[in-house]
C-alpha cells in the first residue's frame, strides 16, 4: 500500500471507514481480493510472489493494512522478509494487536521499511521500524502514506481533507467519492517530500493514483464497517490506469 486513508469511530453510521490505494510494478503477480483458500477466514488480494498481502479483513474482524516506507536508505539494505508477512501473520494469529506489535518490535528490522496497522473495528495500533514505538491510533480521520502516520505529505493532506469532507457531509459514505479520492492524479508543485530520491521522481510519485513507467496503482480498497459490524470490502484492480476488475464482498463479523 502507498496511500491509507481512514476515519476511525468518528461517523454516527460507521466504526470504521477505509480508502486505499496499492502502488507496486505492474509485472508483479497478484490476485484480486477473496477469501483464501489455505485462510478461509482471510478476506484480501494477494501476493502471489511471496505469498502475503497489503490489506485484509478476517471474518471475526481482525485488520491490517502495511505501506513501505521509501527512502534512499532503504534501497541499499539488501534482502529483507517482505513486508506482506506482517498482514498475513497477523490475520491468522488470534494473539491481540498490542501483543503481537510487542513480539514484532524485537524483530521488525529484519523487514523492509514497513508502517503497519493492525486491530479491530474498535481499536487500531500502528508501528513502523523507523524509529516509532507502538501507538494507539486516535478517534478521527488520518492518513498514511510512505512515511510515519499523518506526516503531511500532499497526497495525506488532501486525501484526509477530503474524506473528512466528505464523512462530515453524509449520513452513509458513498463508495464512489472515496474511490474518487483514490483516484486523483494530480502532482504537488510544492512541499515535495525529501526522500533522498530526484525532484521530479517524488513529484511523479506525489499524487494519490500513480503511473509511471512499469510501475503504479495496481488496486484501490473501500473497506467500510458498520456499527452493527456489517462489512462492506470493494476492491477495483488497474493496469496503466485501466481498471481491469473488481471484488465486492459482505459479511458480518462474526464475534
Known amino acids: 500500500m502507498c496511500l491509507i486513508l481512514f476515519q476511525k469511530n468518528q461517523h454516527p453510521g460507521y466504526k470504521l471507514v477505509v480508502g486505499a490505494n496499492r502502488d507496486e510494478a505492474y509485472d508483479r503477480p497478484t490476485a484480486p481480493a477473496h477469501f483464501w483458500e489455505d485462510h478461509p477466514d482471510i478476506l484480501a488480494g494477494r501476493d502471489l510472489s511471496k505469498g502475503g498481502t497489503w490489506l485484509g479483513i478476517t471474518k471475526s ?45 524485537h524483530e521488525k528490522h529484519a523487514y523492509a521499511g514497513f508502517n503497519l496497522l493492525v486491530g479491530n473495528p474498535d481499536e487500531l495500533f500502528y508501528l513502523n521500524n523507523d524509529g516509532s514505538s507502538i501507538l494507539q491510533v486516535a478517534d478521527g480521520v488520518h492518513g498514511l502514506s510512505n512515511h510515519h502516520l499523518d506526516t503531511p505529505w500532499p497526497k495525506v493532506v488532501n486525501g484526509r481533507k477530503g474524506l ?92
Open 164 to 255: 473528512k469532507s466528505h464523512l462530515d457531509s453524509a449520513h452513509q459514505a458513498d463508495p464512489e467519492v472515496i474511490f474518487g479520492l483514490l483516484a486523483n492524479e494530480d502532482k504537488a508543485m510544492d512541499n515535495l517530500p525529501d526522500t533522498g530520491f530526484p525532484e521530479e521522481l517524488e513529484r511523479s510519485l506525489s499524487p494519490a493514483f500513480i503511473d509511471i513507467d512499469g510501475y503504479g496503482t495496481r488496486s484501490s480498497t473501500v473497506l467500510l464497517i458498520d456499527h452493527d459490524n456489517r462489512v462492506t470490502f470493494i476492491e477495483r484492480t488497474f493496469k496503466n490506469k485501466k481498471q481491469i476488475d473488481e471484488s465486492r464482498l459482505q459479511f458480518d463479523i462474526r464475534q
Open 61 to 105: 474482524g481482525r485488520i491490517a493494512a502495511v505501506t513501505n516506507i521509501r527512502s534512499k536508505e532503504e534501497q541499499g539494505q539488501g534482502e529483507k522478509k517482505s513486508r506482506g508477512d506482517l498482514i498475513r501473520n497477523f490475520l491468522a494469529q488470534d494473539t491481540s494487536p498490542q501483543s503481537y506489535l510487542e513480539a514484532l518490535e
